[in-house]
């Protein structure tokens, strides 16, 4: 049996929205708005990661720190920049 990796769709739709307390439309909405993009099997079926759950749940906090998902899309923007240029100064030149 092989490890789990974070970033491998494993759970469908039903078992995430389970897992992160929210509904299977709320995962919908975010994907059509682009705030989540969960691998799909080679049928279509989506397949969600720890880290999609992981943003999810973020997406969930800000919401309840009164973001709009316009502005929640902008915020993870911005952590995802963030994160990359931290990477790229810890790499030799």
């Given amino acids: 049996m092989s490890r789990h ?8 739709i039903s078992v995430a929205a ?6 299977t439309q709320t995962l919908r909405l975010y994907e059509t708005r682009g705030l989540l993009e969960p691998e799909r099997t080679p049928g ?3 397949r969600y990661s720890s880290d999609d759950l992981d943003r ?4 969930g906090d800000l919401l309840t720190a009164g973001l709009n998902l316009a502005g929640i899309a902008m915020v993870l923007d911005l952590e995802e920049q963030n994160t990359h240029l931290r990477a790229g100064n810890h790499q030799e030149p």
């Fill in 5 to 12: 990796e974070p970033g491998r769709g494993v759970y469908g």
């Fill in 18 to 23: 389970e897992l992160v307390g929210m509904g």
């Fill in 44 to 46: 279509g079926t989506r």
């Fill in 56 to 59: 999810v749940r973020r997406i």
